[in-house]
């Protein structure tokens, strides 16, 4: 019986060093967003602006006028916003899923300036697209990374397949 006791302590104490080290890493990591890289072109439109970090995350909070648990971003504006690509990088790929059917689901239910125009795969990623405000509109999650792009209809088939390349 004591030894069975000693080996429980032993993996509470392990426990509690776990949880601390990773709540320590989501809570540095959420202060101190990471850069996410971005393409420096995108259908052939150079980029014109780059946002990134907590500049990035924080654009985002004020975009949805509520906070995101993000440990990175970046936020790129190609050709004079003919195209932009918004990246939310998640502590986790399943929080990054929920983001996901978060948005999809708000999108869904109406009350949005977005129109769903259908989903579609890619390998075993769903591909959700939308118009609205003049744009195509893409979202889509490539492991912990939220993305969205808006761009130009003309333009869209091209700078989707970038992105979907870019980001896997």
């Not at 989501?26 to 202060?31: D, L, R």
């Not at 075993?124 to 405000?133: D, H, P, Q, S, V």
Request: aromatic fraction near 10%; proline fraction near 6%.
């Amino acid at each position: 019986m004591r030894k069975f006791v000693c080996y429980a302590l032993i993996g509470l104490g392990i426990i509690l060093i776990l949880v601390s080290g990773g709540t320590y890493l989501y809570q540095s990591g959420t202060i101190q967003p990471a850069v996410v890289p971005l393409p420096e072109q995108l259908a052939g439109l150079p980029q014109s602006t780059k946002i990134t970090g907590t500049q990035a995350t924080q654009e985002f909070d004020m975009l949805h006028n509520k906070h995101f648990p993000l440990i990175s971003g970046a936020v790129g504006i190609y050709g004079d916003q003919r195209a932009t690509l918004w990246i939310g990088g998640a502590p986790f790929n399943f929080m990054a899923t929920d983001m996901i059917t978060a948005m999809h689901n708000k999108i869904s239910d109406g009350g949005s300036p977005f129109t769903p125009k259908g989903e579609f795969k890619d390998g075993k990623r769903t591909i959700y697209a939308l118009e609205g405000m003049g744009q195509n509109h893409y979202y889509f999650q490539s492991k912990n990374l939220v993305i969205w792009l808006a761009v130009e209809p003309s333009i869209a088939d091209e700078a989707l397949k970038q992105t979907l390349e870019a980001y896997p």
